[in-house]
């Protein structure tokens, strides 16, 4: 599970990498998002597109949601939404499959 672990010294929601007060918090900023990606390489997957997630159970269907960052060293940057739950999770490129990838 994630845990807010941000920086304290700013007043109000900050970057949980720099500590720059960022209303995205208690994810990374835009700058260090970019930042990440960059020394990571391009994700396979983007905001809004639909996948399957595995890990939880059967693979199930699911939309990202938002991509962000709690430290540099976070492997499961995708934060996702199941369909016909009101579940979220943060899962890894490992845990996704395309949508494509899967007869219905």
């Known amino acids: 599970d994630r845990v807010d672990d941000a920086p304290k010294h ?3 929601p900050a970057c949980s990498i720099c500590g720059c007060p960022d209303p995205s918090a208690p994810l990374s900023c835009p ?3 970019t930042s990440l990606l960059a020394s990571l ?3 396979n997957f983007a ?3 639909h996948v399957w997630c595995r890990g ?3 693979m199930w269907p699911a ?3 938002t991509v962000g960052f709690q430290s540099k060293d976070d ?3 995708y ?3 199941f369909f016909g739950e009101s579940t979220l999770a943060w899962v890894g490129e490992r845990q996704l499959a395309a949508w494509r990838s899967r007869k219905p």
């Open 10 to 12: 700013s007043i109000g």
């Open 75 to 77: 492997r499961q940057p």
């Open 41 to 43: 390489g391009p994700l």
């Open 63 to 65: 939309r990202i949601e």
């Open 56 to 58: 939880f159970g059967p």
């Open 79 to 81: 934060c996702v939404r």
């Open 31 to 33: 700058d260090c998002t």
């Open 47 to 49: 905001i809004g597109q």
